[in-house]
């Protein structure tokens, strides 16, 4: 497998994680465009911050771990 192409798994575990996943990709990535969309660009970064807020919601909504949680969304950002 060519080492470019290797995701850089963590030795931890819990680490593997969508979350961590994002994390690892924008830390790496940060000011890179991760979407883009007609006339409109989200960074990496600001993927991340969007992804945080709305976990926070989440959380503060009362989602716990295991929960079940739909999701309805269009195709676009």
């Given at each position: 497998?060519?080492?470019?192409l290797?995701?850089?798994?963590?030795?931890?575990?819990?680490?593997?994680?969508?979350?961590?996943?994002?994390?690892?990709?924008?830390?790496?990535?940060?000011?890179?465009?991760?979407?883009?969309?007609e006339?409109?660009?989200l960074?990496?970064?600001?993927?991340?911050?969007?992804?945080?807020?709305?976990?926070?919601?989440?959380l503060?909504?009362?989602?716990?771990?295991?929960?079940?949680v739909?999701?309805?969304?269009?195709n676009?950002?």
């Amino acid at each position: 497998m060519d080492a470019s192409l290797a995701l850089r798994l963590q030795p931890d575990p819990a680490r593997w994680t969508l979350g961590y996943f994002l994390e690892d990709v924008c830390a790496r990535h940060a000011e890179r465009p991760a979407l883009r969309f007609e006339d409109q660009s989200l960074s990496y970064r600001e993927l991340e911050r969007e992804a945080t807020a709305m976990a926070r919601g989440l959380l503060a909504a009362g989602v716990t771990k295991g929960a079940h949680v739909g999701l309805l969304a269009a195709n676009r950002p």
